[in-house]
Every structure is written in structure tokens, then in C-alpha cells.
């Protein structure tokens, strides 16, 4: 009976928040996807994806409403958004709430996945196989990374030595990295980077590719340091009475994209980045290098620190630290 009242309860709370709006005349019924960068970017461009899939497959019977740039949730709301049902269904990054999802974030060490296709299949494979308690409250829709992070600078960086005591813009274990190199990373939001280039306050940022044209970071930054760090690993969750409550067939439809989405949106971001660098080569004259294998190996030996740090700190919270580390490296190509 408790169950029951809750399902109710929970159905109307969705109801007033807006979500779940059954259609006038069609029957079908529509759900609202919060999603927290501008709409240009590439989560936004997989979440449209995503909902021209889901609308197709599902013959109309199933409609979504998208909301990118924050219009419905901010970045660091939306997950408990889902859970509290001002959103049915949200796409957001793990590492913005650090330490609440232990077996994501080891993506998010430096293993130096060679492209976005590679990690977000590995990542997808990875809560699949875990079912991690970190999304017991809502329902997995969608898995997927950036590609790796690489550094775009002011001033041209050939080796790692280049890097010594310059201040980047990094974020989460990309920082600790590049405060392990030599390096000064400095934290801030990706809309404050322009300003700060401008200023001098960083010569660089570290991050994937694709933000070279996406935010027009060539303009700033001629330089590229290829070196394949941190990938930032996102979630696109539903909230799990709404998923519990839509017809099997519907549900067969969404849990049928799962491991496509996360392919599809790897492969479009990894093809978006090669645009990006060729645009910028064309527009900004961007200069590309790449680490030596001297730098490479020097690479490799920061990271393990950092992941032997990750297996010690989620061991002592119950998780098997090692078996996530060594499932994601299992993954790797040889």
C-alpha cells in the first residue's frame, strides 16, 4: 500500500512540475530532458539525436521536450532534479559532483583512451556490468565521455618540459595531472576561459578538441599539445517512476539505444574534433605537436599514482577499486 501512494504521489508530483504531459488528442505522452551546456555543443546535439530515435521508434507514442543550456536545470542540479521529478529525464557530468560516483569517475583517470568512441563504449560496458549503487535512484538511459583532453595554449608546447609552471585552465583529475607535470592548472568554468586568455590570468586550457570551434578557443589558443589525458564522463538518467510507469514496449525502445547512443555520440564528437582541428588550422593557422615517446612514457608514470590513489580510496567505501580498473583496462585496445 505504501508503494503505491508513493507511486501516486510521485506521479503527481510530475504532473505539477510539468513533466509527463499525456497529448491532447494523440495520446502520446511527453517527457521533459534537462541538459546544461549551449545547444551547439555535443551533448546537446546526442540528446536531439537521442529524441529523434526515440520519437521514431516508438511511432510518436513517446514525445520529448529538450531544454539545453541550463533553461530547466543548472549543471549541478540535474541529476537531483530527475530524482525529484522537476525533470523526468537529464543528461549531466559525474565529475561535477565529485566523489558521488565512485565507479564513473575512474573513467575520468588519465588511461589515455586514443578517441570518445573507444571510452564511451568502455564506460557503457562498465555500468552495465557494475550497476553501480551511485544510480540506484534513478534509471541509466545513456552513457557517454568527451574525447580525450588535450592542451591548447597561447604559446607553442612541444615537450612536457614546455609546461613547467604555466598556468592552464584544468578540472578535475586533468588538474591533478597538470600540477604532477610542472604545470600551474587553475579552475575555472569553460565561459570564464576567453576572458582569462585575454588577460594573461592563464596561457592555455585543458580539454577536448571540439571546443577549438565550438568556443572559438583557436582564436585564443594557436597551439595544440596532443596528449590524450582525462576524458569527462556524462550521464543521461530518467527519473525511475516515470521509466517504471511507461509501457514495456517503450521501455524495450530506450534500453535498446543504450549501447547505440553511446556509440553514435562517440563517433560524432571524435568526427567533430578532426573538423575543429582542420578548421582551425585553416582560420588560426593551429599548430599541432605530439609527445615523444620519452613524454609519453613520462605520462604513463604520473597517471598510475594517481589510479593506485583511486583503488585505495574506493576499496575503503566497499567498492572493488580493482576489478573497475582492471575491467576498463581489459577494454583497451591491445
Known amino acids: 500500500?505504501?508503494?503505491g501512494l508513493h507511486m501516486i504521489l510521485a506521479s503527481?508530483?510530475?504532473m505539477l512540475a510539468g513533466c509527463g504531459e499525456k497529448g491532447p488528442t494523440t495520446g502520446s505522452l511527453t517527457l521533459n530532458y534537462a541538459n546544461f551546456p549551449p545547444a551547439s555543443t555535443f551533448p546537446c546535439v546526442q540528446m536531439e539525436h537521442w529524441k529523434g530515435e526515440v520519437e521514431k521508434r516508438t511511432g510518436g507514442k513517446l514525445k520529448i521536450n529538450t531544454y539545453p543550456g541550463g533553461t530547466l536545470l543548472g549543471?549541478?542540479?540535474i541529476f537531483d532534479g530527475v530524482i525529484a521529478g522537476t525533470a523526468d529525464i537529464g543528461n549531466f557530468a559525474m565529475s561535477y559532483q565529485p566523489g558521488r560516483f565512485p565507479v564513473s569517475e575512474a573513467m575520468d583517470l588519465p588511461h589515455f583512451f586514443k578517441d570518445a568512441k573507444t571510452s564511451s563504449r568502455i564506460l557503457a560496458g562498465l555500468i552495465a556490468a557494475f550497476k553501480p549503487a551511485e544510480f540506484e535512484k534513478v534509471k541509466v538511459l545513456a552513457v557517454f565521455t568527451c574525447p580525450p583532453a588535450m592542451?591548447?595554449?597561447?604559446?607553442e608546447v612541444k615537450s612536457l618540459a614546455d609546461l613547467k609552471n604555466m598556468p592552464l585552465r584544468s578540472s578535475g583529475t586533468g588538474a591533478e595531472v597538470m600540477k604532477r607535470l610542472g604545470a600551474s592548472p587553475v579552475a575555472m568554468p569553460q565561459s570564464d576561459v576567453p576572458d582569462a586568455?585575454?588577460?594573461g590570468v592563464v596561457k592555455g586550457n585543458v580539454s577536448s578538441g571540439e571546443v577549438l570551434k565550438d568556443m572559438n578557443y583557436a582564436s585564443y589558443c594557436p597551439y595544440v599539445f596532443k596528449t590524450d589525458l582525462c576524458v569527462i564522463s556524462f550521464a543521461v538518467v530518467m527519473n525511475k517512476a516515470r521509466y517504471d510507469?511507461?509501457?514495456p514496449e517503450i521501455r524495450q525502445v530506450l534500453e535498446g539505444l543504450y549501447m547505440e547512443q553511446a556509440e553514435w555520440t562517440g563517433a560524432y564528437v571524435d568526427q567533430h574534433v578532426q573538423e575543429a582541428i582542420a578548421w582551425s588550422k585553416e582560420k588560426y593557422k593551429l599548430t599541432v605537436n605530439e609527445p615523444s615517446g620519452e613524454d609519453l612514457a613520462a605520462l604513463r608514470a604520473t597517471a598510475q599514482p594517481l589510479i593506485e590513489d583511486y583503488i585505495g580510496r574506493v576499496t575503503a567505501k566497499g567498492i572493488d577499486g580493482k576489478?573497475?580498473?582492471e575491467f576498463i583496462?581489459?577494454?583497451l585496445p591491445r
Open 1 to 3: 500500500m505504501k508503494t
Open 12 to 14: 503527481g508530483a510530475l
Open 75 to 77: 549543471a549541478k542540479d
Open 151 to 155: 592542451v591548447m595554449s597561447t604559446k
Open 197 to 199: 586568455l585575454q588577460k
Open 245 to 247: 510507469a511507461l509501457a
Open 323 to 325: 576489478a573497475v580498473i
Open 329 to 331: 583496462k581489459g577494454k
